[in-house]
Nanobody
């Protein structure tokens, strides 16, 4: 089985920083993608940041120049460094991954983490 475990959420004041981590574990053959989504109360889940084809990254406009996504392939871990946090960043942050299990079936499957709460408030 494959699991995604997020950590690093919490309560932070506006202007502060947090670093989220998401580690994939289990029977993994390869990881095609590891991205970050978030869902604020009463809103739909949205893509926050993703690493695409090589080292290219994409971000939702509202977090550009404040958030940085990175990945440690050796640790099967993706990070989200969040700086200059704003109250509107308050949400549950989810890790998403497309993983080919080593135990089969041998095609990419979608996995979600359990989510980690981020609250930005004074």
């Amino acid at each position: 089985q494959v699991q995604l475990v997020e950590s690093g959420g919490g309560l932070v004041q506006p202007g502060g920083s947090l670093r989220l981590s998401c580690a994939a574990s289990g029977s993994i053959s390869s990881i095609n993608a590891m991205d970050w989504y978030r869902q604020a109360p009463g809103k739909e889940r949205e893509l926050v940041a993703a690493i695409i084809s090589g080292d290219s990254t994409i971000y939702v406009d509202s977090v550009k120049d404040r958030f940085t996504v990175s990945r440690d392939n050796a640790k099967n871990t993706v990070y989200l460094q969040m700086n200059r946090l704003k109250p509107e960043d308050t949400a549950v942050y989810f890790c998403y991954a497309e993983i080919v299990p080593s135990s089969g079936p041998y095609y990419p499957r979608q996995y979600w983490g359990q989510g980690t709460q981020v609250i930005v408030s004074s």
